[in-house]
């Protein structure tokens, strides 16, 4: 092991070395720890205001028996954390001020290796982009899925929300009981028990290589969700011993591996987003086209909602990641090495299916072709997205009329509104939604059905925007328009009425207006200013890359590493 990173703080002498130990010497904290044991940062999202991660002081504990039982020296601190469903706007738009905490705490401060404690849908991502620009040892440790929920004897979860939401819209379930469900969804801690966008994280970065296995599905009240994490514990020392680097372990061949086992677990379109931002950080070059390329042929193998009918706790008994791990090793790359230092096909070798109506075989799986197709067109320039998997096949080709709405406030007024001209070969616009325009590109990409539709009995119809869609929701709706309207490409410039042809299997999504006529509204387009000039909003607006890049800020791609050149005294 070469020389502790610590030791550039705990190691020295003089007055120096006595104020970086002296006050650490507060918390009852005995001389010889500060004498070359590798110091263990547990970067905690814990958060009252994040209920998904609200048990990580709990894990944290868990992870610090682990460090002290392998020689380490732990130390918990907290970084911002993000609650998806409390923060508005909405929480991706600080998914970047996050990871600038997490990057700037780790290098600032005596830590030799990392475990990154992460839940709640962004918390996950933001971690690791962080901690990829500091390149320190590092291992993940997720909090876990919630237990499936129950209501009246039927299985509830996120997913539900939204069902419940239009059963409630079309008056078929009272307010009464709208707010009962509520509490019988999350019963317990965790994160969505669904194949949302926190379970999609935590399968990501299983497939990366950046936990121990399993790590992805045992639920956040199962005891084994606590020796995860003192294994991890354990393990994160080894790792500094070794020098086990990030970057040794997140090599382009890892991201391959974990689009494709995105695919098959049809997990959430954030995917595409998140991934694209921590590649970045660690520089591996990464582009859309890669994600439907490697991933769109790919069989889907799990049954779990929102696509399917199972939950991440069914999926845990059924054997977990592994199980898909090992069922794809035809098309992985076998020998990309993990935390624990082994490579994912030695990891999963003793994986067992329990379940096969939860995990199917490679040659026998719940749909062919899974994964995220990427479009071009007019309308999208540099691609937008789609989950084919939650789509309607017969909407894959069509050709229909715009309906548009020029941001969310537009939406809102006019969805329930029985006057609201559209009939469901239509296809909804909403602009302005988008990770400047909004700013922070919120989850509406599913947008409603008209009212007047739903009530009709329609269940889904095309709908197009340059915003994202819960990992949680379903539909045929295309996401991610880039550039998006607040940039000002054509799709700021649909009209009510225009056609626009839908035509996934030859990726296309184009808007059928001359770009004569569209030369002149184009003239006519004028930015919203939206007010926000100052704080990091301000910043995040001008700075933020478009979603095909993964919507980090320019100036935080790459990396620092960890070296601090300067002392503080
Ligand atoms: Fe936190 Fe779904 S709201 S994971």
């Not at 502790?4 to 703080?9: A, E, F, I, V």
């Not at 990641?321 to 624990?340: C, M, S």
């Not at 040659?363 to 084919?388: M, R, T, W």
Request: net charge negative; hydrophobic share 40%; charged share 25%.
């Amino acid at each position: 092991m070469s020389k502790l990173r610590s030791q550039g703080w705990f190691g020295k002498t003089g007055k120096d070395g006595f104020i970086y130990r002296a006050w650490m010497k507060n918390q009852g904290i005995p001389d010889d720890e500060f004498r070359a044991k590798p110091v263990i940062g547990i970067c905690n999202t814990w958060s009252e205001l994040t209920p998904c991660n609200a048990h990580f002081r709990e894990l944290a504990e868990s992870v610090k028996k682990g460090v002290l039982e392998a020689g380490g020296f732990p130390v918990e601190f907290p970084v911002m954390s993000l609650g998806e469903t409390l923060i508005k706007p909405t929480a991706m738009l600080y998914r970047n001020l996050m990871s600038m905490d997490v990057e700037e705490s780790i290098r600032a401060n005596p830590i030799d290796g990392v475990v990154l404690l992460v839940g709640c849908d962004k918390t996950t991502p933001a971690s690791l982009m962080g901690a990829a620009s500091v390149d320190l040892p590092t291992i993940t440790v997720s909090g876990g899925p919630m237990l499936t929920g129950k209501y009246r004897g039927k299985d509830v979860a996120t997913s539900d929300v939204w069902r419940w939401s239009e059963a409630s819209r079309a008056g078929e379930i009272s307010q009464e009981e709208f707010r009962l469900i509520e509490g019988c969804m999350a019963r317990s801690r965790g994160h969505c028990a669904v194949m949302g966008t926190a379970s999609t994280m935590a399968c990501m970065v299983e497939s990366l290589g950046m936990s121990l296995p399993e790590n992805a599905a045992i639920p956040a009240a199962d005891s084994r969700r606590k020796v995860i994490a003192q294994l991890s514990g354990r393990r994160i020392v080894e790792m500094v011993r070794e020098d086990m680097i990030m970057s040794k372990i997140l090599t382009r061949e890892a991201f391959e591996n974990a689009i494709i086992l995105n695919a098959a677990i049809g997990g959430s379109t954030n995917f595409v987003l998140h991934l694209l931002a921590i590649a970045g950080r660690i520089g591996v070059e990464l582009t859309l086209d890669d994600f439907d390329r490697l991933g769109s042929q790919i069989p889907l193998l799990v049954n779990l909602q929102p696509s399917g009918k199972y939950f991440m706790e069914d999926f845990y008994y059924a054997g977990g990641l592994p199980v898909v791990i090992k069922e794809l090793q035809g098309v992985l790359h076998q020998d990309a090495i993990t935390v624990n230092g082994h490579s994912l096909s030695v990891n999963c070798q003793n994986a067992e299916c329990f379940n096969a109506d939860i995990i199917a075989t490679y040659d026998n799986p719940f749909q062919e072709a899974s994964g995220i197709a990427v479009v071009y067109g007019n309308l999208c320039p540099d691609g937008a997205i789609i989950k084919p998997s939650a789509a309607t096949p017969e909407l894959m080709k069509h050709r229909g009329k715009a309906v548009v709405f020029e941001n969310i406030e537009e939406f809102h007024a006019k969805i329930n509104d029985p006057e609201l001209s559209a009939d469901e070969s239509d296809i909804l616009v909403l602009k302005n939604v988008g990770l400047k325009g909004y700013p922070g590109m919120p989850e509406v990409g599913n947008m409603g059905i008209p009212k007047n539709l739903l009530d009709k009995g329609v269940t889904d119809m095309v709908r197009i925007s340059d915003g994202r869609m819960s990992g949680t929701a379903y539909g045929t709706v295309f996401l991610h328009v880039s550039p998006e309207s607040a940039e000002g490409g054509v799709f700021a410039l649909v009209e009510k009425g225009d056609e626009i042809e839908v035509d996934v299997p030859n990726r296309k999504l184009n808007l059928l207006v001359s770009d004569e006529e569209l030369e002149v509204r184009k003239n006519k387009w004028t930015p919203e200013d939206l007010g926000f000039n100052r704080g990091y909003v301000h910043m995040y607006i001008r700075d933020v890359e478009q979603a095909h890049l993964g919507g980090d800020l320019k100036f935080l791609r790459g990396k620092s590493s960890s070296e601090v050149t300067r002392d503080s005294h």
